[in-house]
């Protein structure tokens, strides 16, 4: 998708499609009145007729027309008081399915003049860009017959307001842009089936990463490597699998290399069955995208390297398979981490957390300046937050607040949740230093605080985010989350 801002008068826009507003009671927006009076007062009588009411979720189009437009989709923006953010965004999904009922190949959108209550021109361009790709993204399905039609849209433009909102809208299409370049390779990878995207398919992918952007670099360690770096956590969890176990490391670097990099973390599940500690059968399939805390970080590195961002970002994602067969992991194993701490696994259902742990601390040689994970972590999460939030713990309140701050932005919401040595004790062991598990209560919690005992001088933040990287049911797919939220803190982490 091509992106591009303009300040040409909604009359004199050549384009396929302009997208203008009608606000509640039938008020027209400026946007709207002109074109109106372009064409003889034709939206105008759609609203006396009641055709169009300005409700949201309204939306007309209308063609043969007068001018260099050759169609209007007019869509209600409900009462003006309150338009903002959220509406702003539900406006232009309801625009562009309209759009998709056309053969147009170019639209204009003219909502971004309109006052939207908590954005700015950047913050408009950049919603504009992520709802505009995300409407154009397709699941990469395996059907033989019935594909889902793709738009015919290829090229998007956003009014700015005059030359002075000319620059910050075309910066937030590039930033728009480019998260949505990552999300879109998230979701690819987190739809694959499991029989396809395996540790790796998943090492593969970021290789060739690493071939279309220069400043990234990518290296993939085997079994062997992991044993000689000691991480006897991470490996338990591959003990019954045939698919062989991968650690895969990504470097970006688009500032001096003195400067302490972000390291991101992601967990990489491919297929999680619970291993011995089996789970049951209803939605198991949904266990694919257990690895979306991975395919997240190679989304962001994506968003990184197309914005050419002039950071250092460093990816740690171990990759693996969590099966049941005669040589699994056991509930009462002992194992002991990259950390040297000893771990008795009571469930190995909550193998998340054992590849992260000696991955938290393999990110300890790169010196990071922040060390954030991405995880599919929890029910309990989703139990706590639902779909709307993702949990968000940290030993350190600036990042905890930066991190959250990023999500109010990108829309993208993470939510703090509490992390401290009361939750904790929980995990006691009386065989090994501490337990993979405690009781049901507060789960999302002691997960963290499993976390949290590998993360002793480090400034570290832990995103569960088992309830927003993925829908179930009918609509089951990726979300691409959390990419907004990493991406923009990244891109403001200053």
Same mark, same amino acid.
């Given at each position: 998708?091509?992106?591009?801002?303009?300040?040409?008068?909604?009359?004199?826009?050549?384009?396929?499609?302009?997208?203008?507003?009608?606000?509640?009671?039938?008020?027209?927006?400026?946007?709207?009145?002109?074109?109106?009076?372009?064409?003889?007062?034709?939206?105008?009588?759609?609203?006396?007729?009641?055709?169009?009411?300005?409700?949201?979720?309204?939306?007309?189009?209308?063609?043969?027309?007068?001018?260099?437009?050759?169609?209007?989709?007019?869509?209600?923006?409900?009462?003006?008081?309150?338009?903002?953010?959220?509406? =702003?965004?539900?406006?232009?999904?309801?625009?562009?399915?309209?759009?998709?009922?056309?053969?147009?190949?170019?639209?204009?959108?003219?909502?971004?003049?309109?006052?939207?209550?908590?954005?700015?021109?950047?913050?408009?361009?950049?919603?504009?860009?992520?709802?505009?790709?995300?409407?154009?993204?397709?699941?990469?399905?395996?059907?033989?017959?019935?594909?889902?039609?793709?738009?015919?849209?290829?090229?998007?433009?956003?009014?700015?307001?005059?030359?002075?909102?000319?620059?910050?809208?075309?910066?937030?299409?590039?930033?728009?842009?480019?998260?949505?370049?990552?999300?879109?390779?998230?979701?690819?990878?987190?739809?694959?089936?499991?029989?396809?995207? %395996?540790?790796?398919?998943?090492?593969?992918?970021?290789?060739?990463?690493?071939?279309?952007?220069?400043?990234?670099?990518?290296?993939?360690?085997?079994?062997?490597?992991?044993?000689?770096?000691?991480?006897?956590?991470?490996?338990?969890?591959?003990?019954? %699998?045939?698919?062989?176990?991968?650690?895969?490391?990504?470097? =970006? =670097?688009?500032?001096?290399?003195?400067?302490?990099?972000? !390291?991101?973390?992601?967990?990489?599940?491919? #297929?999680?069955?619970?291993?011995?500690?089996?789970?049951?059968?209803?939605?198991?399939?949904?266990?694919?995208?257990?690895?979306?805390?991975?395919?997240?970080?190679?989304?962001?590195?994506?968003?990184?390297?197309?914005?050419?961002? $002039?950071?250092?970002?460093?990816?740690?994602?171990?990759?693996?398979?969590?099966?049941?067969?005669?040589?699994?992991?056991?509930?009462?194993?002992?194992?002991?981490?990259?950390?040297?701490?000893?771990?008795?696994?009571?469930?190995?259902?909550?193998?998340?957390?054992?590849?992260?742990?000696?991955?938290?601390?393999?990110?300890?040689?790169?010196? $990071?300046?922040?060390?954030?994970?991405?995880?599919?972590?929890?029910?309990a999460c989703v139990i706590a937050?639902?779909?709307?939030?993702?949990?968000?713990?940290?030993?350190?309140?600036?990042?905890?607040?930066?991190?959250?701050?990023?999500?109010?932005?990108?829309?993208?919401? !993470?939510?703090?949740? $509490?992390?401290?040595?009361e939750y904790a004790d929980g995990?006691?062991?009386?065989?090994?230093? #501490?337990?993979?598990?405690?009781?049901?209560?507060?789960?999302?919690?002691?997960?963290?605080?499993?976390?949290?005992? #590998?993360?002793?001088?480090?400034?570290?933040?832990?995103?569960?985010?088992?309830?927003?990287?993925?829908?179930?049911?009918?609509?089951?797919?990726?979300?691409?989350? $959390?990419?907004?939220?990493?991406?923009? =803190?990244?891109?403001?982490?200053?």
């Amino acid at each position: 998708m091509e992106f591009f801002a303009t300040s040409t008068a909604p009359a004199r826009q050549r384009t396929a499609c302009a997208i203008v507003g009608v606000y509640d009671k039938g008020v027209l927006s400026e946007a709207a009145e002109e074109l109106d009076r372009r064409n003889g007062g034709r939206i105008a009588r759609l609203v006396k007729r009641g055709d169009l009411r300005g409700k949201a979720g309204d939306v007309q189009t209308l063609s043969d027309l007068t001018g260099p437009c050759e169609r209007i989709v007019v869509v209600g923006l409900g009462a003006r008081n309150n338009f903002k953010r959220k509406q =702003y965004r539900r406006a232009l999904v309801t625009a562009l399915a309209a759009i998709a009922r056309t053969s147009a190949r170019d639209a204009v959108s003219y909502l971004s003049l309109e006052k939207v209550g908590d954005a700015d021109s950047y913050t408009l361009a950049r919603t504009a860009a992520e709802v505009v790709g995300n409407s154009a993204y397709r699941i990469p399905d395996h059907k033989t017959s019935n594909k889902r039609a793709k738009s015919m849209l290829t090229r998007f433009g956003v009014a700015a307001g005059g030359r002075s909102e000319r620059g910050s809208t075309e910066r937030g299409l590039e930033h728009g842009g480019g998260i949505v370049a990552g999300m879109s390779l998230m979701r690819d990878l987190a739809n694959q089936p499991a029989n396809v995207c %395996t540790p790796t398919y998943l090492a593969n992918a970021a290789k060739a990463l690493a071939r279309q952007h220069r400043k990234i670099r990518v290296r993939v360690l085997n079994e062997a490597d992991c044993r000689k770096l000691r991480m006897g956590s991470f490996l338990s969890v591959a003990a019954g %699998t045939e698919e062989p176990a991968r650690l895969i490391v990504l470097e =970006y =670097y688009g500032a001096a290399r003195s400067e302490a990099p972000v !390291a991101l973390v992601g967990k990489g599940v491919t #297929f999680d069955t619970g291993g011995i500690s089996l789970k049951p059968p209803a939605a198991m399939d949904e266990m694919k995208f257990d690895m979306s805390g991975a395919a997240s970080v190679l989304g962001t590195f994506k968003a990184v390297a197309e914005l050419d961002l $002039p950071i250092n970002v460093v990816g740690i994602v171990p990759a693996v398979e969590n099966m049941p067969s005669g040589t699994a992991t056991k509930p009462g194993d002992i194992v002991k981490s990259m950390s040297g701490q000893t771990i008795e696994i009571l469930n190995t259902d909550a193998e998340g957390r054992l590849i992260l742990c000696d991955a938290l601390t393999y990110a300890r040689r790169f010196k $990071p300046q922040a060390v954030i994970d991405i995880a599919t972590l929890t029910g309990a999460c989703v139990i706590a937050l639902g779909s709307q939030f993702s949990g968000l713990f940290s030993n350190d309140e600036e990042l905890s607040e930066a991190l959250r701050e990023a999500g109010k932005r990108a829309d993208d919401g !993470a939510w703090p949740m $509490p992390i401290s040595e009361e939750y904790a004790d929980g995990l006691k062991s009386n065989f090994a230093d #501490f337990a993979n598990v405690a009781g049901r209560e507060g789960g999302a919690i002691t997960a963290a605080c499993f976390l949290a005992k #590998f993360t002793d001088g480090l400034k570290w933040a832990h995103l569960d985010v088992a309830g927003t990287a993925y829908q179930s049911g009918s609509q089951k797919s990726s979300t691409g989350r $959390p990419v907004p939220l990493l991406v923009d =803190y990244l891109i403001n982490n200053k």
